[in-house]
Each structure stands twice: as C-alpha cells, then as structure tokens.
C-alpha cells in the first residue's frame, strides 16, 4: 500500500532561460517518478512564460537551470506569501542531467516546505 505521500501528486516547474534545454532533464526526471512510483507533474517552463504558468497551475517547487539562476532574488519576491520554494538546480546534476537527483532534491525541498 502506498503511503499518503506516494499518492499526492507532486508539482515540479523547472525554469530556464527558453524552456528547451530542461526538457531532457524533465524526461529522466519522469522516469525516476514513475520507476519509484511517485506521482508527480514535472515540466519545463521559460522563464519569459513563468509568471503566466504560475497564475494558472499550482506548483510545489520551483527550480531554475543555471541559464537563469542569477533571477533567484527576483522570483522569490514575486512569489511572497505563495508558499513556492524557488531553488537553483544542483549545477554537476543539472550538467550530467541527472534525473534522479534532481528529483532527490526537488522532493527534499517539497517535504521540508
């Protein structure tokens, strides 16, 4: 039996600078969910497009490529009072592309919100 943290879906946006050199890490990090049997959203966004996506989705966790790391500070002040971890992606996972640590660190920064 899965426990209640298995079955609540997980909502994971990773933002670079176009949203297209994610995709790839947001592939292997599908494949580590569903091989764990997490159930999770994990998708690539732009940081042009964040803003929009975030008015129309709830996310648990957002984490930026290095692209655009430097927008931290900006993006947290946005996101005051919306309980959305903004964190910058593990560099070496981010460049080995690293699915399952990203995950690893996407689900540790979701449980400890």
Sequence with gaps: MKSK???TV?????VCA???????LVTKMQKAAEVRGIQADI???SAQEMEFTLEQ?????LLLGPQ???MQNQIESKLVGKNIPVAA????YY???NGEKVLDQALQIIENK
């Design 5 to 7: 943290e298995e079955l």
């Design 10 to 14: 997980k909502t994971i946006m990773l």
């Design 18 to 24: 176009a949203g297209m050199s994610t995709s790839l």
């Design 43 to 45: 998708f690539a966004q």
């Design 57 to 61: 989705k709830n996310v648990d966790v």
């Design 68 to 70: 655009v790391k430097y």
């Design 89 to 92: 992606i593990n560099m070496q």
């Design 95 to 97: 460049g080995m592309m």
